[in-house]
């Protein structure tokens, strides 16, 4: 097994205790909660991790100068990047959560917010399949209509390019998107028990080519 | 398609995990670490720990408890008991905890639901109800000032999903630790009046108690504490009698007792001789992650 240097980005506005307890779980020992730009700069694989308002989420990053280090780290530096929940929807242009503050823009898209007709209460928040037909990245040990834990009021608009998985709420949500080694997941990986735990291990492997 | 939620709640006082009794009598379980670990390889589909000490000692959450007890959780784990401030989300948030549970620091105003839903989302944000039952009348009962407020639980929900809550947690003071099954026509009641997902809570004795609740109100979600606690397998025996019900929840555990016989009140019968013998000779791989 291949132990890579993962870092959880502290921003104030994740729940990166669990994120790193589901990445030690899985035996990596180098893993850091950090926003050192250092730190970023040196890692093999860095996770956005998000719970919070996506505009509030947008200024934290931005005003502990983490935008250019990000952007240096996954554009310049080719460091893979995982997003998640609103850590995914950072990577959109904007959210209808917050339009004062644009998002990252790294992949092509909008965050809505989630308006299903009744009998499909907002948050949606519980336990849902994902489908997705892919095999070599993230989902290569998760079978496909395998459970997944969300939490959400806004959901991801793009194009199918980009759309890894999708999950059905009435309508179908973007679950998982994808551009070349930029990542990012609705759902909560470190909160979906043996699923997560497959795809954290999924998104290692395909990232460290073992 | 969204599955109904399992989940299992515990009661801690003074760092031990108890057993309630109608919000009066508690008795003595055992060590959070022990039961939040059992609890997440049996199937739970979310954990609630609930500090029912932290307000009345008033120091705020046991931050060193929680963070202990993040690392044995791998399903959702929703933190209260003691929170008053955004502060205390955002290091509960950090240390391990996913989403609070607020009860007392938002019954008498809202004013730190609204600041928490701007920062943390309603997602982030479970608000906790108590309703009492006093001559067929629901009200709302303050625990610290151990006395039923003259507001309906109804009424209480409106008002907190206005002000920012993602999820009501719904308990039945008068049902918590009765085993007599939940308070259908409460929840009912409460799932009708708001569009957000309600936790409902407090009565449940046996798996069936599960498919009624799902079966007659709106509940997204239904909780217990001393059933899943005291009685063996009952978190997955609670969900092969909900999927052979027709009602869908999540199954990632290697056990899943669909084929399973339980007596009238839902526990496991003994398989028949010769399929134990067949076990016997049957080879099970465990997956390594």
Known sequence: MKNPKITVVEYGAGNTGSVSNAFSRLGYSRVKVTSQPEELLDSQLVVLPGVGCFGECASNLRSRGLEPVLRQAVFDGGIPILGICVGMQLLAECSEESEAHPGLGWIPGSVRKLSPKEGFPVPHVGWNAVHHNDTSTIFSRVPDDSDFYFDHNYAFNCDSKFVLATASYEVDIVAAIRSEHIFGVQFHPEKSHHNGLRLFRGLVEAVTNC | ?289
């Open chain 2, 1 to 289: 398609m969204l599955k109904k939620r399992v989940i299992a709640t515990v009661l801690v006082q003074a760092g031990q995990v108890v057993q309630s009794i109608g919000f009066k009598s508690y008795l003595p379980v055992g060590r959070p670490e022990v039961s939040v670990e059992f609890l997440n390889d049996w199937g739970a589909d979310e954990i609630i720990v609930l500090d029912i000490s932290a307000t009345s000692r008033g120091s705020g959450p046991d931050l060193e408890m929680i963070k202990r007890l993040a690392t044995k959780c791998s399903v959702p784990l929703t933190v209260g008991g003691g929170i008053s401030s955004i502060r205390d989300i955002h290091s509960l948030l950090r240390i391990g905890a996913d989403k609070v549970c607020l009860n007392q620091s938002i019954l008498k105003s809202t004013r730190l639901l609204e600041q928490a839903s701007e920062v943390f989302g309603a997602q982030c944000l479970v608000a906790s109800i108590d309703a009492l039952a006093i001559d067929d009348v629901y009200g709302v009962f303050d625990y610290k000032a151990n006395q039923s407020l003259k507001i309906a639980p109804t009424a209480l929900a409106q008002t907190f999903e206005h002000h920012g809550a993602g999820e009501i947690y719904l308990n039945s003071v008068s049902r918590d630790g009765s085993e007599k099954g939940f308070d259908l026509e409460l929840i009912d009641k409460v799932c009708q009046a708001v569009g957000l997902p309600v936790i409902a809570c407090g009565g449940a004795g046996s798996p069936s108690h599960f498919v009624d609740v799902f079966s007659h109100t709106g509940a997204k979600a239904a909780a217990a504490g001393n059933f899943f606690h005291f009685s063996e397998h009952s978190i997955t025996v609670t969900k092969s009698m909900l999927r052979n019900k027709g009602i869908q929840v999540r199954s990632d555990t290697p056990a899943t007792y669909l084929d399973a016989t339980s007596d009238e009140r839902g526990r496991l019968l003994k398989k028949p001789e010769p399929f134990l013998e067949e076990l016997l000779f049957s080879r099970i791989e465990k997956e390594v992650i």
